[in-house]
């Protein structure tokens, strides 16, 4: 079994920057695809941004540019650096984890709120 905790949320004035983590407890050995997505109120779950196997990575258009996401295999950590905040950037983000095995794990989210 895995566990993803997030940390690295908060407040921040638009501009600003923050860095998420997601440490997994378990073997990331095997991981397929390891992502961040997040959710505002009222609106659904959506990708942020991914790293494959393969070490390719994928960004949500809103997010080009701004955020870059990255992960420490010794550390068995996931990071999102986060820059140039937006207000509309203000979310829960989650940590997702997905195994060629098919194992699909979340986090249980870290709050992100940007002051305009």
């Known amino acids: 079994q895995v566990q993803l905790v997030e940390s690295g949320g908060g407040l921040v004035q638009a501009g600003g920057s923050l860095r998420l983590s997601c440490a997994a407890s378990g073997s990331i050995f095997m991981v397929n695809v390891m992502a961040w997505y997040r959710q505002a109120p009222g609106k659904q779950r959506e990708l942020v941004a991914l790293?494959?196997?393969?070490?390719?990575?994928n960004y949500a258009d809103s997010v080009k540019g701004r955020f870059t996401i990255s992960r420490d295999t010794a550390k068995k950590t996931l990071y999102l650096q986060m820059d140039s905040l937006k207000p509309e950037d203000a979310a829960v983000y989650y940590c997702?984890?997905?195994?060629?095995?098919?194992?699909?794990?979340w986090g249980q989210g870290t709050q992100v709120t940007v002051s305009s």
């Open positions: 997702n984890v997905r195994y060629l095995n098919g194992g699909n794990y």
């Open positions: 790293r494959n196997l393969g070490g390719s990575t």
